[in-house]
């Protein structure tokens, strides 16, 4: 918690030796540390003693002042929740202390209450955004002179009646702005306003003390600027790497056997030599072992459907059929993304201007700074839109991250060039806050947003659908209404679509027709594997949002057997921190039963009950009041899955969540932990004996991936237990299935390389053999042993992963790099490991020169080519090496220098 980055220790026996801190990402160590220091995580729970406890004041200094915020409501809140043990522990605090200063909030029953010669004090408080007239939005609008002189006729008010003001300015440029304002207006520049460098959510007023706090709300009509910390980011890379793990008993695709299950690492006898294999087992329980170091001719099968495939047979021509069946639906395929894309990059699209003064202004009222990744992606979005190339980008965020503001500031720059944005959501509840926030950001400009759903009355939507089409809304917002054939738009630029996965065949379809011609932006928080492969394959343009917003806590997630105690604890423990619960019953014609039994179980809490079947009026009221924190359980249906955020609502409970898929899930756990407060999702099921297994499998997932931006690894782990399916078109499934996902895409990328007269890493292998290297595990007389021993790397997934990373290694450069990686991580590398480097040297010199097969007898280099034996001057090549080490380093050498002569 104290550092943006973990650290690694190096010990010697019992001593650290040194301490640095390093990238989690990359692995790689950055700078060394003298000191650190540790604290605990979280909340500490205390065991219980034999010894009597002690409230916590008792550690407290008699002379320590304290704070006491609405003591009649501590009292209230005790009387309801607690025991009267902890009720009279109040009470007699609450009177036996002298050194106290009690912080009432303003409300019609206050009573100004003081008492003469004591140290007790009380301040009333009040928001200063209740008492004001009007809010005060951003100042250098249009109106802003209106807006100035509301500011200042309360500054001036506050001053007569003998207030000190001072003016709460986060930075230094917004503190030099107000002060600008206030010397250049004759009536304020004499004006006794302190300033302080401070960071307010809300101005404040204090009746009694005669002073007011005024924050940047009130000065410049927009929230606090929050700074978001810097959380650990999650790369495509990483999420894709921590998933490609093997497991034993995961069905698993060899390269040139197909598909199998993996059994785990075994240690076997292999010519006289003991080494470490991969066991697979194929059809009729025929068993294949694979020396570990050809790993990467392994990898994990996603296929494209809910039944488990066949495994292969050894040695039968069934698996080389569905190889050449696979790669010519590849080659279609590849041709069909190209000729999309190259239709894109000959249509020339909207060149969309900067406006760098408007938009400065427009970025300015954001509440937060942007982190470097938010900044980044917004950045690449308004350099696509510069382009008159038309855009097709992906902006992957986890839930919460800040991708609603890169769609503002895109949609800004639309309207500033004067063409219309469409925004298409998939959920009427989406579209409604997504109005809130856009009408509220825009309002001090002069732009127009609207929005079509259900909420919206027949004779608006008439009114919305024929100012569209004469041009005078710049932004709507909508759900799939907008996809209808009456929808007409004067001038459509950009179409923003957020979770794109949520829309049927026949609405994507209508997508993929417009994506040749227009700047196209989705947004999504779990990338389904259609976006996420087209995104790893290059054909779409990719941006992460990958810093969690400050103070964002995980949510906890607990998989239990629906319990109607549990429910109840669940419930009244957010009831008695004054917080708000989700109760998701996903079942219209059952949710008033549920109703009923929430009620009988919480007679005390207020349930409001929503669902997409109700008017829509109806449905909004509910809402509305769930947001103003008139109710404290909504008892809803999926309605509530994408982007509704509130922060007073931190508990979820999820009924019947076997049911729901694993995106799903991730989207409704999403709805709470918006908050600096711990948030907790609960998953209830039926029986687990119950259960079929991929339900198993999700509820899983769900449990360990509840990290910040677990988003990109939970939409692999589904991609593996709903299977592939529609990825790349109904028609792609049976390739898929046939050969495994990870195999269909690496086909998909070399076609489409092919395609595109681009070079990449072939999939062949050349064999290899060194008379005196060996891959055993025990000593073997006049050969040098090389491999990663489990003494070096302990944890069995993280040696073959390792392994695998080398066999990726595609130069000398990025070899000798892997073994600094190796030696930073794992201390220094052993003889063993170091050698398997320098191996990996000879096998992408054999690559690179085109070799089908190279081995060392007698220090002759036996070299074979498409053209037969390699020979200098009629003779095999020959090399002096007297062992192991000498003869890689020497057969590395003869390649180097074939490679200058070819």
């Known amino acids: ?62 002379q320590t002042w304290q704070v006491f915020c609405e003591e009649e409501r501590i009292t209230r809140h005790l009387q309801e929740y607690y025991s009267q043990e902890d009720l009279r522990l109040w009470q007699k605090k609450r009177q036996g202390s002298r050194n106290h200063i009690s912080l009432q909030c303003l409300d019609e029953d206050f009573q100004a209450r ?62 030099k702005r107000m002060r600008e304002l206030l010397a250049e207006d004759e009536q304020t520049s ?65 390269v040139n056997h197909g598909i199998c299950r993996y059994k785990g690492i075994r240690k076997i006898l292999s010519s006289g030599e003991y080494i470490e294999a991969l066991e697979l087992e194929f059809a009729d329980e025929a068993k294949l072992y694979v020396p570990i170091e050809q790993v990467q001719l392994l990898s994990r099968y996603m296929g494209s459907g809910k039944t488990s495939p066949a495994l292969s047979k050894l040695g039968g021509n069934i698996w080389k059929k569905n190889l050449d069946k ?39 009222s954001f509440p937060y700074i942007e982190t470097a990744d938010q900044k980044e992606a917004i950045d690449d979005v308004l350099k696509d839109m510069e382009s008159d190339k038309p855009m097709d980008r992906l902006l992957c965020g986890d839930v919460g991250y800040g991708k609603t503001e890169v769609a503002l500031r895109a949609s800004f720059r639309a309207a500033m060039n004067g063409r219309q944005t469409a925004i298409l959501v998939p959920t009427t509840l989406l579209a409604q806050q997504h109005y809130q926030t856009f009408t509220m950001r825009m309002a001090p400009y002069p732009m127009r947003v609207e929005l079509l759903s259900r909420f919206r009355s027949k004779t608006e939507q008439k009114q919305v659908l024929k100012d569209l089409a004469k041009g005078e809304v710049d932004i709507v917002i909508g759900t799939h209404r907008l996809l209808q054939k009456d929808v007409r738009f004067a001038s459509l630029g950009l179409l923003v679509i957020d979770e794109e996965q949520r829309f049927g065949v026949k609405h994507k379809q209508k997508l993929k027709g417009l994506r040749a011609s227009m700047d196209i932006l989705t947004m999504t928080a779990t990338p389904i594997p259609r976006t996420l492969y087209f995104s790893i394959s290059g054909l779409r343009k990719l941006s992460t949002i990958s810093t969690a917003p400050s103070d964002r806590m995980p949510v906890s997630t607990v998989v239990a057997n629906f319990d109607k105690e549990l429910i109840r604890q669940v419930l009244r ?41 109700m008017p829509a009026a109806e449905l909004e009221e509910v809402m509305l009041q769930f947001i103003a924190g008139e109710l404290d359980v909504l008892l809803c249906t999926t309605i509530i899955e994408s982007g509704i955020d509130i922060a007073n609502a931190n508990t979820i409970i999820i009924d019947n969540a076997e049911r729901f898929g694993l995106s ?108 005196q290297v060996s891959s055993s595990l025990t000593p073997v007389k006049g050969k040098v042993q090389l491999g990663i021993g489990s003494e070096y790397i302990e944890d069995e997934a993280l040696r073959l992963e390792t392994y695998r990373r080398l066999s990726q290694v595609l130069s000398i450069s990025q070899c000798d790099d892997f073994a600094l990686e190796l030696q930073d991580r794992f201390g220094k590398l052993p003889q063993n ?64 220098k074939m490679q200058k002569r070819k």
């Not at 005669?210 to 978001?228: D, I």
């Not at 990483?238 to 490609?244: E, G, V």
């Not at 009831?575 to 079942?587: A, D, I, P, T, V």
């Not at 191996?839 to 498409?866: C, D, F, H, P, Y």
Request: aromatic residues 8%.
């Open 114 to 175: 003081s008492q003469d010669n004591s140290a007790y004090h009380i301040f009333s408080v009040s928001g200063l955004a209740e008492l004001l007239a009007e809010p005060l939005p951003e100042i250098n609008t249009q109106d802003g002179l209106w807006r100035w002189q509301l500011l200042r006729s309360n500054l001036l008010r506050w001053q007569e009646s003998g207030y000190s003001l001072v003016a709460c300015c986060a930075s230094e440029g917004d503190e």
């Open 326 to 364: 696979a790669a010519s639906a590849a080659w279609d395929l590849a041709a069909e993304m190209l000729k999309l894309d190259a239709l894109r990059q000959n249509s020339k699209g909207n060149s969309f201007k900067p406006a760098p003064e408007w938009e400065l202004s427009f970025a300015a």
């Open 1 to 62: 918690p104290l550092y943006g980055e973990p650290v690694r220790m190096e010990f010697w026996g019992n001593e650290i030796d040194s301490m640095r801190f390093f990238s989690p990402v990359e692995q790689r160590s950055k700078q060394e540390v003298e000191e650190l220091r540790i604290i605990p995580r979280g909340s500490a729970v205390l065991e219980p003693a034999d010894q009597p406890s002690t409230a916590l004041w008792n550690y407290f200094d008699k």
């Open 664 to 771: 799903e899930l991730y989207q409704l756990r999403g709805r709470v932990g918006r908050y600096h407060r711990q948030a907790y999702a609960y998953m209830l099921l039926q029986p687990m004996g119950l259960l079929p297994e991929n339900a198993r499998q999700r509820m899983a997932a769900i449990r360990r991936y509840s990290n910040l931006g677990a988003g990109f690894k939970l939409a692999l782990k589904d991609m593996e237990i709903r299977g592939a399916g529609n990825i790349l078109g109904e028609e792609q499934s049976g390739h898929i299935a046939a050969v495994g996902f990870d195999l269909y895409c690496q086909m998909l990328k070399e076609a489409v390389a092919k395609m595109d007269n681009r070079s990449i890493p072939t999939r062949r292998e050349v064999f290899i053999e060194l008379e």
């Open 833 to 896: 490991a170091r050698l398997l480097v320098e191996m990996q040297k000879i096998k992408l010199l054999a690559k690179s020169l085109e070799l089908i097969s190279l081995s060392v007898r007698e220090n002759l280099l036996i070299i074979e080519t498409s053209q037969g034996l390699y020979k200098n001057y009629g003779k095999l090549p020959k090399i002096e090496a007297s062992n192991g080490e000498e003869e890689i380093r020497e057969t590395i050498r003869f390649l180097q």
């Open 573 to 613: 423990r957010e009831l008695e921190r004054g917080g708000q619960s989700f109760f998701l019953h996903n079942r219209v014609h059952t949710i008033m039963d549920m109703h009923s039994m929430l009620c009988e179980l919480l007679p005390e809490a207020r349930i409001g009950v929503g669902h997409g079947q």
């Open 190 to 254: 004499a004006l006794p306003i302190q300033f302080q460098r401070l960071s307010l959510p809300a101005g404040l007023f204090f009746p009694m003390q005669k002073l007011v706090l005024l924050s940047e709300q009130e000065l410049f009509g927009r929230p606090a600027t929050l700074k978001r910390h810097k959380h650990i980011d999650y790369k495509t890379e990483s999420a894709l790497r921590d998933y490609q793990d093997l497991e034993e008993g995961v069905l698993a695709v060899h």
